[in-house]
């Protein structure tokens, strides 16, 4: 399943790299400790997290995450965004909280297998 | 694999270079760890071999970032091995078997905001190295040498 297929069911606002709504999202990972999600996460994850800052950029590279979706409506960091339009990382927002949009996805993803 | 020989033949490596990290700047933190992925992939090692590299190299980079004044990662491909260097000058770790127990962190209030903190680096460095050494010295700075097979 694509990105954008996530962004129109869930109504997600995107922020970042609209050009790259066609990753491919093989799996997710929802995690707001850095080191938990750097060892655990994978490849193709979209990860959900509520941190803002700009590190989160580096991990979804160094990861090669689909992109990343922050949770209850927070937005990105201006630094945050500028690194994340320069790594051409998607970033999107929901209006939920993590629990709901993880179990959403889940179902999601869990459908089109 | 392809193989470029591009260090001394006595050495026997492939790549070697050191990277210099500034401590406290959270803002370039990850800057050093992207470019040795992209180095390695460079290189043509294989994914697994790289995905851990990044993470050695990602959780090393952070530590010195948040502890230590200055620091350099030194890597070192050879035909077997991927080995990383890790030394930087900073306050040193006082216990390093209680700095191992997972969990254990001494990150202040504004390194946790930021989603470090956790206590899991330095637990990860070692379980996605198939070598690991670390030493360290009170006032002065810490040490860390890891080896990861690549054959
Ligand atoms: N380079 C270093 N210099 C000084 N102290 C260090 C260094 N690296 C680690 N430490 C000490 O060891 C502790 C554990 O490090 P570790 O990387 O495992 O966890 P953390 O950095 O606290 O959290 P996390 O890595 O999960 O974000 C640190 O909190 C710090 O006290
Ligand atoms: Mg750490």
């Known amino acids: 399943m694509d990105i954008e297929t996530i962004v129109k069911k869930l109504n997600l606002k995107v922020r970042s790299a609209s050009d790259r709504l066609k990753n491919n999202v093989t799996g997710g990972y929802t995690g707001d400790l850095l080191s938990d999600v750097m060892a655990n996460s994978h490849e193709g994850d979209i990860w959900i997290t509520r941190q803002v800052h700009q590190n989160i950029v580096a991990i979804a590279t160094l990861k090669e995450h689909a992109g990343i979706i922050l949770v209850n409506s927070c937005e990105p960091a201006t630094d945050t965004l500028e690194k994340a339009v320069k790594e051409n990382v998607p970033i999107m927002v929901s209006n939920l909280p993590a629990f709901e949009l993880t179990g959403k996805i889940y179902n999601l993803l869990a459908e089109k297998k | ?151």
């Open chain 2, 1 to 151: 694999m392809k193989i470029k020989v591009c260090a001394t033949e006595t050495e026997n490596s492939l790549y070697k270079n050191s990277f210099y990290i500034e401590g406290g700047n959270f803002s370039d933190a990850g800057t050093v760890s992207t470019r040795i992925k992209s180095i390695l992939k460079n290189i043509g090692l294989p994914n697994d071999i790289v995905r851990k590299s990044a993470i050695i190299c990602y959780e090393s980079e952070i530590n010195i970032v948040s502890y230590a004044r200055r620091g350099k990662i030194n890597l070192t491909v050879t035909p077997k091995t991927v080995e990383i260097e890790v030394v930087d000058e900073g306050p040193g770790i006082p216990d390093i078997e209680l700095a191992m127990q997972q969990g254990y962190s001494t990150a202040n209030q504004q390194i946790r905001e930021m989603g470090f903190g956790a206590g899991m680096g330095l637990h990860n460095i070692k379980s996605y190295s198939d070598i690991f050494n670390i030493s360290s010295e009170v006032a002065k700075g810490t040490f860390l040498k890891m080896i990861i097979n690549t054959q």
